[in-house]
């Protein structure tokens, strides 16, 4: 089964950047619905961000918003998170979801919301 291969993680400082990005494994039929959910350690997953089918809806969580930014090529089939000014309470491991329904990217959005993960990335950041 297809599923999102995320990459991009890492160590960097507080203040620094990094950038996420997630790809198919294989050949799949458009995600229509992406985004980023992260887990620090001890703590429950999180949304962080969502974006729509053309990339014209976008959604943050308020502790990211301001400092990252989703976006997505549909030619690809990839999205991306450019996360700046980043923060040791960033630290987690980033997930990237996909679903291949069309939603509404307009408030917080749940797991149940998306039916495809990846395995994850560490990013951590330190002070």
């Known amino acids: 089964q297809v599923h999102p291969v995320e990459s991009g993680g890492g160590l960097v400082q507080a203040g620094g950047s990094l950038r996420l990005s997630c790809a198919p494994s294989?050949?799949?039929?458009?995600?229509?619905?992406m985004g980023w959910f992260r887990q620090a350690p001890g703590k429950e997953r999180d949304f962080v961000a969502a974006?729509?089918?053309?990339?014209?809806?976008?959604y943050y969580a308020d502790s990211v918003k301001g400092r990252f930014t989703i976006s997505r090529d549909n030619a690809k089939n990839t999205v991306s998170l450019q996360m700046n000014s980043l923060k040791p309470e960033d630290t987690a491991v980033y997930y990237c979801a996909a679903d291949r329904t069309y939603q509404p990217v307009v408030a917080t959005m749940r797991e149940s919301d998306f039916g495809s993960w990846g395995q994850g990335t560490q990013v951590t950041v330190s002070s």
């Open positions: 974006i729509n089918w053309n990339g014209g809806s976008t």
């Open positions: 294989g050949r799949t039929f458009s995600w229509n619905t």
